[in-house]
Antibody
Framework: QVQLVQSGAEVKKPGASVKVSCKAS????????ISWVRQAPGQGLEWMGW????????NSAQKFQGRVTMTTDTSTSTAYMELRSLRSDDTAIYYC???????????WGQGTLVTVSP | QSVLTQPPSASGTPGQRVTISCSGS????????VNWYQQLPGTAPKLLIY???QRPSGVPDRFSGSKSVTSASLAISGLLSEDEAGYYC???????????FGGGTKLTVL
């Protein structure tokens, strides 16, 4: 079955960077894009961007442009999201999800908690 | 503040039918499909409705979606206690060139 397994929780200082991984199994990674979505404590879902897993083209939400990098490693079926210049309001659970366009984000990782604290 | 507007809360008793609305604009709901996600407490979101009114395999037919011009709705019939969760609408926005989520609706089963 389709499964996305993410890396473990991270604690970072303000100004640092974090890189979250998302390993896909049960399907061919290059068949669909991967979207990244985050959720701050007690808040709603926020789309960060997507990466095309066969071309490495990316599209990120305007508020993250210049600060986020999304990549894939097809040899290990793993997608990565790196967020730089972390601030306290970047504290959130970060999710990866298989993106099937109008068919929706149909499989999600378990989430990675990133805490930004001095 | 989300561009897709949902009521922050909704409630119903077991067996009732509840509807959750999602209001957008011509550049998002008016032009593109709407998807709905269910998020049970402490878990990752799950796709509930795709392409406005389609259910993924395994989603009960108690859940249905619809759209009219720039608004969408999620209806849940025969409400169960296990339906208590957060519900989010989502649609691509052509002007922003990005995916938008509604602010989410917390459904309470009384």
């Amino acid at each position: 079955q389709v499964q996305l397994v993410q890396s473990g929780a991270e604690v970072k200082k303000p100004g640092a960077s974090v890189k979250v991984s998302c390993k896909a199994s049960g399907y061919t990674l290059t068949s669909y894009s991967i979207s990244w979505v985050r959720q701050a404590p007690g808040q709603g879902l926020e789309w960060m961007g997507w990466v095309s897993t066969y071309s490495d083209n990316t599209n990120s939400a305007q508020k993250f442009q210049g600060r986020v990098t999304m990549t894939t490693d097809t040899s290990t079926s793993t997608a990565y999201m790196e967020l730089r210049s972390l601030r306290s309001d970047d504290t959130a659970i970060y999710y990866c999800a298989r993106d099937r366009d109008s068919f929706g984000l149909d499989s999600w990782g378990q989430g990675t908690l990133v805490t930004v604290s001095p | 503040q989300s561009v897709l507007t949902q009521p922050p809360s909704a409630s119903g008793t077991p067996g009732q039918r509840v509807t959750i609305s999602c209001s957008g604009s011509g550049s998002n709901i008016g032009s593109n499909a709407v998807n709905w996600y269910q998020q049970l407490p402490g878990t990752a979101p799950k796709l509930l409705i795709y392409s406005t009114n389609q259910r993924p395999s395994g989603v009960p037919d108690r859940f249905s979606g619809s759209k009219s011009v720039t608004s969408a709705s999620l209806a849940i019939s025969g409400l169960l206690s296990e339906d208590e969760a957060g519900y989010y609408c989502a649609a691509w926005d052509d002007s922003l060139n990005g995916l938008l989520f509604g602010g989410g609706t917390k459904l309470t089963v009384l």
